[in-house]
């Protein structure tokens, strides 16, 4: 099944160019099929390219859904034009009064700024209470996975040393799980951060599931069963060339930046990288879809429903 998305969002080009099944505005209404209310909460200053990534992820998985791009109220981003913003976005005080099937908060790149330091820290605090009565589940990624766990467990965040920077192996430490239906073993991530969480702060009685780690890079993924929320501390959705755009861009400004761990073939920045983790961030989202489609209610005023 399609994504439904603004007949004249940027990035309906590009994914109608890679076969992602897309929807009109039109087309969608005669449907009988109640698509699932997805909210993207975008906070990354690349808001093109973040909307690709997640709505090519998306626009994969087998059901109708229906993106809405949120943006926080009381910041305004200066990377995105105010008209891509006006066209495309909803200020979250617009979606309050709304109740969703998910939720995707997505990372940011302030991660080494204290919580509290963050311009929007105030609302997007409201966000994570508003997402326990307007949102069956929370999809929350990189900087938004951790501030999330600080909001709801006061768990802290540690600057590293030096950015962890490539694509590691992951090991699947929650197969039973949902989420993880249909993994192998071990599986590639890509992450990057300049911050990490621990093991040992994890509240032993909150019910968190820790469902991948790495031994280089540590916590990756855990569920919150009691709050609906899953935590994602690395970048499943990112493109190929991602990390290697990021590795170029810092390069050429002169900063103090590595080669990407287990990335470039040969450790050679001049070859084009080899793509490990496309699979496993399909299936993991589709699982993911998958997951709210049996949980959630037909009717949008009962969410949140009790997980069946």
Known sequence: MPIKVPDNLPARRTLESEGVLLITERAAVRQDVRPLEIALLNLMPEKITTETQIARLLGATPLQIELTLVTTSSYAPKNTSAEHMLAFYRPWEDVRARKFDGLIVTGAPIETLPFHDVAYWPELTQIFDWSQTNVQETYNICWGGQAALQ?????????????????????????????????????????????????????????????????????????????????????????????????????????????????????????????????HANVFIGNWINDLYQSTSYELVDIPAPRR
């Open 151 to 279: 909001h709801f467990h006061g768990v802290p965040k540690y600057e590293l040393p030096r950015k962890l920077f490539g694509v590691f192996p992951h090991n699947v430490c929650g197969g039973h799980d949902g989420l993880l239906r249909g993994f192998d073993d071990q599986i590639a991530v890509p992450v990057s951060r300049h911050t990490e969480v621990r093991r040992e702060d994890l509240p032993e009685d909150a019910g968190l599931t820790i469902l991948l780690e790495s031994d280089e890079a540590g916590l990756c993924l855990i569920r919150d069963e009691a709050r609906r929320q899953i935590y994602m501390f690395n970048h499943l959705e990112y493109d190929t060339y991602t990390l290697a755009d990021e590795y170029h861009r810092d390069a050429a400004a002169g900063g103090d930046i590595q080669l990407p761990a287990h990335y470039f073939p040969g450790d050679d920045p001049t070859q084009a990288p080899i793509n490990h983790w496309r699979a």
